[in-house]
């Protein structure tokens, strides 16, 4: 990977950590940043059970961001990916079957931050 498209990366990471910290009111960081770790979450935010994946990028390959994702989830976390193109508002992608866990995270996430 070439370092302008890992700048660009870390650039998104930032940039979602900060967007998840503002949706759900949590502490929100790079988590590579922090850990140093192949298996540290792209970011770590304060959301218990999920797992995030962040990809910046054009023209994302989505069933390879998600299986990354899956692989560096622990067993019981559900596996997110956020995506973000040029111009475009961030999109997170998840498993139909993980959305309801997911909700409920969300929202004790959400009644916890009141």
């Known amino acids: 990977m070439g370092t302008k498209s890992r700048d660009k990366g870390q650039r998104g990471e930032r940039e979602a950590a900060k967007r998840l910290a503002e949706l759900f009111n949590v502490e929100a960081y790079r988590g590579r940043q922090y850990h140093g770790r192949d298996d540290a979450p792209d970011v770590k935010a304060d959301i218990p059970g999920v ?34 193109a040029n111009g475009k508002p961030w999109l997170a992608i998840v498993y139909l079957d993980d959305l309801p866990k997911l909700a409920v995270q969300l929202y004790l996430t959400l009644q916890a931050g009141k």
């Not at 989505?62 to 976390?77: F, H, P, R, V, Y």
């Open 51 to 84: 797992h995030f994946e962040v990809k910046r990028t054009e023209k994302l390959r989505l069933w390879e961001a998600m299986d990354q994702a899956i692989n560096d989830a622990a067993d019981t976390d559900v596996p997110v990916v956020l995506h973000r």
